[in-house]
C-alpha cells in the first residue's frame, strides 16, 4: 500500500509523513554510530596505553598524534552551517527564495570546506605512514571520522540537489518543498552533532 505524502501533520503521528521517516532513518544512524562510540570506549579501557604505540613510537595523548586545530576549524565551519541551514529553511517561511539561496549555497560550502579541512589532516597522517593498520587507535580514528565524511558528502549531494534542479518544485509545490528543505535541515544537524561528540572523544580525551 502505498504512504500518500502528508503537508501537514497527521494526526496519529503529529508529523507529515517524510519527517516521520526521517526520525526513523536518524534513530537506526544513532545505533550505527552508538557501536561505533561503544566499540572505542571497549576498545580504549583494555588498552593498557592510549593511543599507544605507533611506528615504535609510544603516545600518551591523542593530540599528540591528532591535528587538534584543524579539527576545531572544522566544528566551527559545521556549527555554523547548522545555523545557515535554519536561516534557509526560515527564509523559504518567509517567502525570500533569495534569501533560500544564499543561506542554502552558504551550507553547502561550509560541507565543502570541512570535507577540504579534512583532506589536509588526512593526508599528513598518509604523509607519515599512520594508517588504520598500524593501531586499535588509528583504525577507530579512521573508522569514526571517515564515516562521518560520507554522511557529510550525503548531506552536500541532497542539499545541492535542494539547491539546484530540485528547487523548481518552490514554484509549483512551495509547502512540499519547505518541508523537504526541513527534513534535509534534521539530517543535516544531526550530522553536525555526531562531529560534536566525535570531536572532543576522539581528539582531546
Same mark, same amino acid.
Given at each position: 500500500m502505498d504512504i500518500p505524502y502528508t503537508i501537514t501533520p497527521? =494526526?496519529?503521528t503529529g508529523v507529515y509523513n517524510a519527517k516521520l521517516g526521517v526520525w526513523l532513518f536518524l534513530a537506526s544512524e544513532v545505533m550505527l554510530f552508538g557501536g561505533l562510540f561503544s566499540a572505542y570506549i571497549f576498545l580504549r579501557i583494555g588498552a593498557p596505553e592510549w593511543p599507544g604505540m605507533i611506528h615504535g613510537e609510544s603516545f600518551a595523548r591523542a593530540s599528540d598524534i591528532l591535528n587538534v $586545530? %584543524? =579539527?576545531? %576549524?572544522n566544528t566551527m565551519i559545521l556549527i555554523g552551517s547548522s545555523v545557515t541551514m535554519v536561516l534557509a529553511w526560515a527564509s523559504l517561511l518567509l517567502n525570500r527564495f533569495d534569501r533560500y539561496r544564499l543561506y542554502m549555497g552558504l551550507t553547502f560550502l561550509a560541507g565543502l570546506a570541512f570535507l577540504v579541512v579534512k583532506a589536509f589532516?588526512? *593526508?599528513s597522517k598518509f604523509e607519515h605512514g599512520y594508517l588504520p593498520a598500524e593501531s586499535n587507535f588509528l583504525a577507530i580514528y579512521f573508522t569514526l571520522t571517515g564515516l562521518h565524511g560520507l554522511h557529510v558528502i550525503g548531506g552536500m549531494v541532497v542539499n545541492g540537489y535542494l539547491l539546484g $534542479? *530540485?528547487?523548481k518544485m518552490w514554484k509549483t509545490k512551495p509547502a512540499q518543498f519547505i518541508n523537504r528543505v526541513e527534513v534535509a535541515g534534521l539530517y543535516w544537524h544531526f550530522v553536525d552533532l555526531v562531529w560534536i561528540f566525535l570531536f572532543p572523544t576522539i581528539y582531546l580525551l
Open positions: 497527521r =494526526a496519529d $586545530p %584543524l =579539527a576545531t %576549524l589532516e588526512y *593526508g $534542479p *530540485g528547487a
